[in-house]
């Protein structure tokens, strides 16, 4: 059996691509495949493929790329597979409107092609605070919004990274079901540094709230001396410059490491090095791919209390130390609580860390199957998939 991926993918370190190179790496260790090709988005084609032994991967397609939607339906009548699977976001396709409109209307094309389609939707937008998001198009944002949804839901399935959206759209009529995020790798708990660091790690954009965090982190160097703050990803595409401006006016303040883009092989040394890591975001278009990697590899998290991150703790019986939304002091004061707490940080990790080890790469991968059958009976294919988990293998 044939699977074509359609996602973004790395070198480019986002959230929605990293996630569809580690479960399309999971999927193909499953080996339920006999092929899968990865038709992946990626601003540089400078591939980045060395773990999949599998696993076609054609960069064929860049983000605000005016033929991006040719491209893939041309790939696809060619390789006739027998399933997709689109990783989708609300930005996917580039950072205008029109791009990702235009992408969005892949899925229902991909259905009228008679191939049984399965897209994973991370953002709902139009449940947003699309004023904090900046979203484009002024008074039309909110129809930009629906349109969205509408279009990208347009699948044999829709799978959804956090149970509250799959309950949204299901009483909305979409077939659809959660499958949370989870680990990418085996769940290890690595041992706390001593160093006070904290570890902001996401694209860089206004509503992530660096800029609070970067006040908070000013009033605690007075009284933490010694603490130290990384700021690692890569620039939002939709906020050209932002990242530039901010780390020029934090021009000759101490302990701060700006670190860019970082590449996947040194993911995991970003959290070695932490202690806390803070999502301060003022504004969330979906789950947390960082929520689930502190976890993964136990380190303490700090976050606003925002819908969003509430629903993904109560959904994934995770604890997070939270915060109140645009609240410097309140953000500081909860960095600063848990640093001073040994016992209150190993209580969070020791129980996240529980939590993820029944999220993990296997578990999402056989979630994936069970969606991926659905999509051919729905479509009414003689092709199924054994679920069995002592063994799953072709039927």
Not at 95 to 105: C, D, E, H, R
Not at 356 to 381: V, W
Request: aromatic share 8%; hydrophobic share 40%; proline share 5%.
């Amino acid at each position: 059996m044939h699977l074509t991926v359609v996602s973004p993918f790395p070198p480019t370190i986002t959230g929605i691509g990293q996630y569809g190179y580690h479960i399309t790496k999971a999927i193909e260790d499953s080996g339920v495949f006999s092929r899968i090709t990865v038709l992946a988005g990626a601003k540089t084609k400078n591939g980045h493929s060395s773990a999949f032994h599998q696993a076609e991967i054609d960069y064929c397609w860049q983000p605000d790329h005016l033929k991006t939607r040719s491209i893939i339906l041309s790939r696809l009548k060619r390789l006739k597979p027998d399933l997709v699977w689109l990783n989708l976001g609300a930005s996917v396709f580039g950072k205008s409107p029109l791009a990702n409109v235009a992408g969005m209307f892949i899925p229902m094309q991909i259905q009228q092609m008679g191939i049984p389609t399965v897209v994973t939707l991370h953002e709902l937008v139009e449940l947003a605070d699309l004023r904090r998001l900046n979203a484009p198009g002024g008074l039309f944002a909110p129809a930009g919004a629906r349109l969205l949804t509408e279009l990208a839901t347009r699948a044999d399935h829709v799978c959804l990274t956090m149970q509250h959206y799959a309950d949204w759209l299901s009483n909305r009529g979409v077939d659809c079901t959660h499958i949370p995020i989870g680990s990418y790798q085996s769940p290890e708990q690595i041992k706390e540094n001593e160093q006070q660091e904290l570890l902001f790690f996401t694209t860089l954009a206004p509503f992530k709230g660096l800029e609070l965090l970067l006040q908070a982190f000013k009033e605690l160097q007075r009284e933490i001396p010694q603490i130290t703050l990384s700021i690692a990803g890569a620039e939002h595409a939709r906020f050209p410059g932002y990242a530039k401006d901010l780390k020029a006016q934090c021009a000759g303040a101490t302990n701060i490491k700006w670190l860019g883009q970082v590449s996947e092989e040194k993911v995991k040394d970003l959290f070695k090095h932490a202690k806390i890591v803070v999502l301060p975001y003022l504004a969330s278009t979906g789950s947390s791919s960082v929520l689930y990697q502190s976890a993964t590899w136990g380190r303490a998290v700090v976050a606003s209390n925002l819908s969003e991150h509430l629903h993904l703790a109560n959904e994934n019986n995770l604890k997070i130390e939270f915060f109140k939304n645009g609240n410097v002091q309140s953000l500081k004061e909860t960095i600063r609580n848990l640093l001073n707490s040994p016992g209150q940080r190993m209580s969070q990790i020791n129980h996240n860390f529980d939590s993820i080890k029944k999220l993990t790469p296997k578990e999402t991968s056989e979630h994936y199957i069970q969606a991926f059958n659905h999509a051919l009976e729905k479509c009414q294919s003689p092709k199924r998939i054994n679920t069995s988990r002592e063994e799953i293998r072709l039927a």
